[in-house]
């Protein structure tokens, strides 16, 4: 899916029009079109006003390209998250339940050349150290992404240049759909906070978080 395309997906999921879409940004409505027709890029500006009408992390945007990573809502962290585990900084160790306690992200070997983690006066390697999910609720959704999307992958590296019409179809329609799981990930507007209150962006709809649970039963269908 190119960006015009994520656009699209996400206001209609939101059941938003274009104009009224246009109206929340501030961007005219032709350029609305041309953005979802893939007739134009949207600059950064644009991006950050569109993510935040459609309550959503502008990294779940994929082929935009930013120097700043916007770190304000869970949303936000999946998709920082999902953003390293693509460039495999970091990995994931877990059992085969996606709910375990025991999954940890875990960092790239590389990392131990050049960073150590640092525990009062004693260091560690990076090799060795690890990150526990102290929120059960993104480790599942994160875990069962990350399978999905190794899955993928492992499809996509097993094909050949010789693969069939019916194969690439498969592929292009099992990425969209990996494509759009990712966005629904990055769609939750709860603040990162450290006090016991919940709080959220004063122009989200928390209804909008989707579980991935809910998702996977549709992929099943």
Same mark, same amino acid.
């Given at each position: @899916?190119?960006?015009g395309?994520?656009?699209? *997906? =996400?206001?209609?999921?939101?059941? %938003? ?6 109206e @929340? ?8 079109r #041309? *953005?979802e ?8 500006? &644009?991006?950050? !006003? %569109?993510?935040d ?17 916007h ?7 999946m998709?920082?998250?999902?953003m390293? *585990? ?7 160790? /877990?059992s ?7 999954a ?9 050349? *050049?960073?150590?983690?640092?525990? +009062? !006066?004693?260091?560690?390697? =990076?090799k060795?150290? /690890?990150l ?5 609720? @993104? &480790? #599942? ?9 190794? !899955?993928?992958? /492992? ?10 019409t ?7 329609? +099992?990425?969209d759909?990996?494509?759009m %799981?990712? =966005? ?5 507007s ?14 989200a709809?928390?209804?909008? #978080?989707?579980r991935?649970?809910? %998702? ?6």
């Open positions: @899916m190119n960006i395309e994520q656009i699209k *997906y =996400m206001r209609k999921k939101r059941k %938003i029009t274009q104009n009224q879409l246009a @929340m940004t501030g961007i005219h409505p032709v350029t609305i #041309k *953005y027709t893939d007739r134009l890029q949207p600059k950064k500006e &644009q991006v950050d !006003k %569109i993510a009408a459609l309550s959503v992390s502008p990294l779940a945007f994929g082929e935009f390209n930013s120097n700043v990573i770190l304000e809502t869970e949303g936000d962290l998709g920082l998250l999902i390293l *585990y693509k460039s495999k900084v970091i990995h994931i160790h /877990s085969e339940a996606a709910d375990s306690d025991t940890f992200v875990e960092f790239s070997p590389l990392l131990s050349y *050049y960073f150590s983690l640092k525990e +009062n !006066k004693k260091s560690i390697h =990076m060795d150290g /690890s526990r999910f102290e929120n059960s609720d @993104m &480790q #599942k959704d994160f875990v069962t992404w990350a399978r999905l999307y190794d !899955k993928h992958m /492992s499809m996509t590296a097993s094909y050949t240049d010789k693969a069939t019916v194969e690439k179809d498969y592929l292009a329609g +099992n990425e759909q990996l494509a %799981i990712e =966005m629904e990930l990055q769609t939750s709860v603040l990162l906070d450290h006090s016991s209150d919940t709080k959220v962006k004063l122009n709809d928390a209804g909008h #978080k989707k991935l649970d809910v %998702i996977e039963k549709k992929q099943s269908k």
